[in-house]
């Protein structure tokens, strides 16, 4: 009688097998009489799931792997032949495909715009300047606000400007103001203006018959883009799809470009985005925000905005409370332990 009560005060039972040991015992069984899988093809599949996978951006990784595709980029450019017959015969033809198509407008543009001294003068410094300053300062914004979309949106101008390459290769095409017997103006040459690497003192250190396609439209059109698909503010997504379109215009009176180029610009860009959904099988603005190990909350002054807690998750008690309610709970098992005692005695 006496052991029944001691057996029921101190919360004693006979042993025997656990509950959620019996359960598990049946898995563990099952685990081990699995064989694992091939350690090499387990491995690769993880590597490649991994780089399939949005991860936290390296600044200092990101800063090389832009300064070397970029060095790359302008020397294989400059590397193709310069095709200067080929290239002058597909000039022809582009411009004689435009006037069948009663779109031939490129002369018209160059000689109204280079009518307005200040005007294309500053065409001129748009082309030599804006087609790097704004993709890289989008590159940086992607870095800093989205970077679980960035390498995502980085693989779309990467695939873009390699494919780019393919095209400078196999049609070499001289810009419009290198046409022979045309009327085209070379607005940088005429005005004496620093505004292209393919004119003046820098000719020689530019391929001058890689025209087609138009990286100046593909950068500028993934800049556009991407702003208007991640931007919050109304002005802001304005401005992006305000970009490419007034790129566009300073490509052709600039007589740079044909605007058959732009659309060839335009298609390796859809390359490109096609690149990045396989790979990573969404397109960039559809992934998420944020990425295990990038910044959630923003610092104001000394302290740091608390994020919401989800309704499901209970409020956590301080550690003061906690220990004031757990301090009867010990008193209650202080006084239970003379009777415990005495019970055992008997």
């Known amino acids: 009688m006496g052991e029944t009560q001691v057996t029921a005060q101190e919360g004693r039972s006979t042993a025997g097998p656990s509950p959620i040991a019996a359960e598990a015992a049946p898995q563990a069984a099952t685990a081990s009489s699995t064989p694992p899988p091939a350690p090499g093809k387990s491995g690769w599949q993880a590597r490649i799931r991994s780089l399939r996978t949005p991860g936290r951006p390296r600044l200092w990784f990101e800063i090389l792997l832009i300064a070397v595709s970029y060095w790359l980029y302008s020397l294989v450019r400059n590397a193709v032949p310069e095709q200067k017959a080929a290239a ?6 582009i411009w004689s ?12 543009v160059n000689h109204a715009v280079n009518s307005v001294t200040w005007l294309i003068v500053s065409m001129n410094y748009y082309y030599a ?3 790097f300053v704004v993709t890289i300062g989008v590159l940086v914004w992607l870095f800093r ?6 390498a995502a949106t980085r ?27 045309a009327n085209f103006i070379d607005t940088v040459l005429v005005h004496e ?7 003046g003192n820098f000719k020689n250190m530019s391929n001058q018959y890689a025209a087609m396609p138009s990286m100046h439209i593909g950068w500028s059109l993934w800049c556009g883009l991407t702003i208007f698909a991640l931007a919050s503010a109304p002005w802001a997504k304005i401005l992006g799809l305000l970009y490419p379109t007034l790129t566009l215009v300073v490509i052709v009176a600039t007589a740079n470009h044909f605007w058959l180029d732009a659309v060839g610009g335009m298609a ?6 096609a690149v990045s959904r396989v790979w990573y099988g969404s397109l960039p603005h559809r992934l998420p925000k944020w990425v295990p190990g990038a910044a959630k909350v923003r610092l104001t002054g000394l302290r740091a905005a608390r994020l919401p807690r989800p309704s499901s ?7 003061a409370e906690a220990g004031a309610e757990s301090a009867p709970e010990a008193e209650a098992g202080a006084e239970t332990a003379p009777e415990a005692a005495g019970a055992r005695r008997s």
């Open 193 to 199: 203006t620093w505004g292209s690497m393919a004119s």
């Open 97 to 108: 495909a435009e006037k069948s198509l009663g779109l031939a407008f490129e002369e018209s």
């Open 88 to 93: 002058l015969a597909n000039a022809d033809w």
């Open 145 to 150: 606000r989205h970077p679980g979309r960035y």
């Open 155 to 181: 693989l779309v101008l990467f695939a873009t400007t390699a494919v780019a390459l393919l095209g400078y290769y196999l049609y070499p095409l001289a810009p419009p103001r290198l046409m022979n017997g």
């Open 129 to 131: 300047t804006l087609h």
């Open 313 to 319: 998750e209970p409020e956590p008690k301080p550690e």
């Open 268 to 273: 390796c860009l859809a390359f490109g985005y």
